[in-house]
């Protein structure tokens, strides 16, 4: 049930940048066409769609979501600023709508002027930034009444692992719950730490309970080897580390 919430929320971000490009792209026609030649909105409307224009049109949305997956747009970013969403909203949009002029130009479509491309470019820009922003604000406040949670497996027992497990717990709206602590034993004693099992229970514990995070505080020069054992099994998975 719960992989089914999750998965029914990304689908549900993809279909809406799908609409909002749709919706951007028929907004974006009408204005540039009705600055240019007063076209009525009838006359917009009853305009014919070649074959060609429809094989663009599909084309435009498959490289739409191309772009958006290929700049992370549809992983988790709890832990990121919005800034860096932001950024890499405008990176996106601003390549889809290059994709956009070039398909318009190679199908010839006579509506694909730079009139279209600029008014394109800030509405969806505009569309899919207002979206994301309310997204983010709606989760937030329903992680806080516990829903939409991930899991965190924190690997290690020392004051990086306490300090970013005490930041997860006071930002609640990120929707972070640690389920324990991964080690060999527990180096730093610590209040309320669970010692869930050690390294090599790794798999056992992926394969038994609900991971969606897990975050490595380990000592790299003293645990190298062990450290690349445990990325490996856990990307194996498809797990984020």
Not at 181 to 203: F, M, Q, R
Request: aromatic share 14%; proline share 2%.
């Amino acid at each position: 049930m719960l992989y089914f919430r999750r998965q029914l929320l990304l689908n549900l971000f993809k279909f809406s940048d799908i609409c909002i490009l749709i919706a951007a792209m028929f907004s974006a026609f009408w204005l540039s066409a009705h600055q240019a030649d007063q076209v009525t909105l009838n006359k917009f409307l009853s305009l014919r769609i070649r074959v060609i224009d429809f094989i663009g049109f599909l084309v435009i949305i498959i490289s739409w979501y191309i772009t958006f997956n290929n700049f992370q747009l549809y992983r988790s970013r709890r832990l990121d600023s919005g800034y860096d969403e932001w950024k890499d909203l405008l990176k996106a949009t601003g390549i889809g709508t290059a994709i956009i002029t070039l398909v318009g130009f190679i199908i010839k479509n006579t509506l694909t002027t730079p009139q279209f491309v600029i008014f394109f470019w800030g509405l969806i820009t505009i569309f899919t930034l207002f979206f994301r922003k309310v997204m983010r604000y709606i989760l937030k406040k329903v992680r806080v009444h516990g829903r939409n949670l991930r899991f965190v497996l924190i690997v290690g027992t020392n004051q990086r692992a306490y300090d970013y497990a005490d930041m997860l717990e006071e930002k609640k709206e990120l929707g972070y719950r640690v389920i324990g602590y991964l080690d060999e034993n527990i180096h730093l004693p610590a209040e309320e730490v669970t010692l869930i099992g050690t390294i090599k229970d790794l798999p056992s514990i992926l394969k038994n309970q609900i991971v969606d995070e897990v975050v490595i505080t380990l000592p790299l020069k003293s645990y190298y080897e062990e450290i690349q054992e445990i990325v490996q099994k856990v990307e194996e998975q498809g797990i984020i580390i």
